[in-house]
């Protein structure tokens, strides 16, 4: 004999004189609510340790940032200098290159180039091309063209200088070997 019991059968009057249908329904309802809680609970454990986790990767990568900043920072310093360097030292020392611009600061610091001869000597880490150079003109013009290149962002070391009597009109002959340095 299975009786069905519909929402209807119960007559929700007689509730109130029945107080362990009473106590089992607050039972029942603790008992749901203590679980939901339960549930509830275990998620926000989990939700906790997550945004541990988080916080713990967030903190990493802020010290990443810190360092690639760091790193940056040096790059770009580093940068700057290689560009500097760069200048100093141009990448070829093209012999017609450096002969050209010694014709023009002879022409603009009024001496006459008298000869020029060019080998071109290897170094370790740089090429040196050596220019022998004999020119003329007042003393104070063969001075002022010898300290252009102690000025040149373009690295020049002059290894000899030979500046000879007077001649006619104030003039002068020197010798002079100039380094042209190149990586």
Known sequence: MNKDIKLSDIKFSNIKDSPALITAIISLFIIAVLALSIFYIS??????????????????????????????????????EKEMLDEMLPETADVYIVMQHIYDLCDEYNVEVVSMDTPVLSATYTTETSITLSISGTYNNIISFIDHFTREKAIHRVEKVNIGDMAENSIRQADIVIVALSV
Not at 52 to 74: F, H
């Open 43 to 80: 998620d926000i454990f989990k939700i906790k340790g997550e945004i541990e986790i988080a916080r713990d990767e967030y903190k990493q990568n802020c010290e990443r940032i810190v360092s690639l900043q760091k790193v940056r920072a040096l790059y770009n310093t580093l940068a700057a």
